[in-house]
């Protein structure tokens, strides 16, 4: 439950997200935030007390290399929950008037299509990840991760500069390879980090990370703040992977990438755009889930 007040005020899911790693529970976030609007005190001097004993925090509990990715995870939680710009919210309701001229039959045959092919990826994932990497600290943790993702960059440049110069057709064969690239991209992450992906939470939790990075900001926000206190949250998890809520998925995943999957299909230009667009996409995965997973850690 989100706590509001008038405009420039402070709720509680932002206040959640500015103490990460404090131990502060969620009545405590509460009462501050209740507190806060109250007295009318200005965000910008609670955001400012909060940083001094996230500061405090950070010298005392953390080593040096943990509290520089502290930082930039807290750093990264604030981009998450920003409102969406002018340009972002004028796309996304151009993307969603294009999407009801879509009769529901090709809505329906595409969300079925995507949600079996991520059922086969997922499935197929769990043997062939390597076990959960235990008693290794972050920072050996994450110089493995960025090796990991570093050669899964390389790997989908290659496949996106192959397909691309194949046309239309190989250029059609992008899709599903790309999702399976990714989607084992993610299992190995999870496994460095030291979560056990065989696990139907895990899973789940990294469908959340690949929603997170291929999303509308105004969706990505929603996205973010069911994956905030994971350990609560997913105690409330249906037990069927098939309740997920594929249709918004395959929507916004769909809408993020359609317009440079789209100049990989043109002659000529398809290669470089391939190899440029599937790069970029393996990066930014990369930054999103290594953040994703430090937020379960670092606290």
Known sequence: MIISSTAGGLNSHRLKTLSCGLLLSDKSLLRITLLANLLVIPRLVVIAILSCVTLTYQTKYMDTYESEAFSTLLSWQNKMIQRPGFFNRLSKK???????WIPEKVHA???TTIRQMFRAVLFGSTYTTVKPVANKSIELREIAIQERIKNYKNTAAIEGGITGAGGILLGLADFPILIGIKLKLLFDIASLYGFDVKDYKERVYILHVFELAFSSDEHRKNV????????KQSKNLPDNIDQFDWRNFQQEYRDYIDLAKMAQLIPVIGAPVGIFVNYRLIKKLGVTAMNAYRMRLLK
């Open 224 to 231: 973010y703040l069911k994956m905030v206190d994971w350990d």
């Open 94 to 100: 151009m993307q969603t008037k294009i999407n009801t």
């Open 109 to 111: 045959a595409i969300t």
